[in-house]
């Protein structure tokens, strides 16, 4: 995965939580610490996101996304 983001935290998708257009999606970097992002229901898909897949915390600026490998 290349990004120009530097701050890339390697996490387990905890829970998504679906809305009507966008999800919630809580990363557990380690045990009690957690991500959450709001991302859209289309996105959760074409990154294939389910719980207990691994994921990675994007952040830069002030944005929080979601990548897989």
Known sequence: ?????RNV???KVK???PGSVNS??????SPGVEVT???TKDAVS???LIEGKDAYAVVK????MVGVD
């Open 1 to 5: 995965m290349k990004i120009s983001a």
């Open 9 to 11: 935290l390697k996490a």
């Open 15 to 17: 829970k998504i939580i």
């Open 24 to 29: 919630e999606v809580i990363l557990e970097l």
């Open 37 to 39: 992002s709001i991302i």
């Open 46 to 48: 074409s990154l294939g």
């Open 61 to 64: 600026s002030t944005d929080v």
